[in-house]
């Protein structure tokens, strides 16, 4: 029983604003706000990285690991 893969308003609602390319190569990172992408909120994450080819600022590198931008995320229930 797979949960369904959280949209990018899902993940707006817990604090997540965008999401953060991590190149594989220079390990130089960059936040990329959903705002920038856009794509309505209703997008499945999984869509965002498929949708869309992320490329290093600094090396030009297309090798990049994303993630979604959890650094202002909110944690909830955790005491
Ligand atoms: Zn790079």
Redesign the pocket.
């Known amino acids: 029983m797979a949960e369904p893969p959280p949209t990018i308003g899902a993940l707006k609602t817990l604090g997540v604003t965008g999401v953060l390319p991590l190149?594989r190569?220079?390990k130089?990172g960059g936040a990329v706000a959903f705002d920038a992408l856009g794509l309505p909120d209703d997008t499945p994450f999984p869509h965002v990285l498929g949708s869309r080819r992320f490329r290093?600022q600094?090396?030009g590198?297309r090798d990049c690991h994303v993630t979604p931008d959890w650094r202002n995320y909110r944690a909830s229930g955790m005491g």
């Open positions: 190149c190569d220079c130089h290093c600094n090396c590198s």
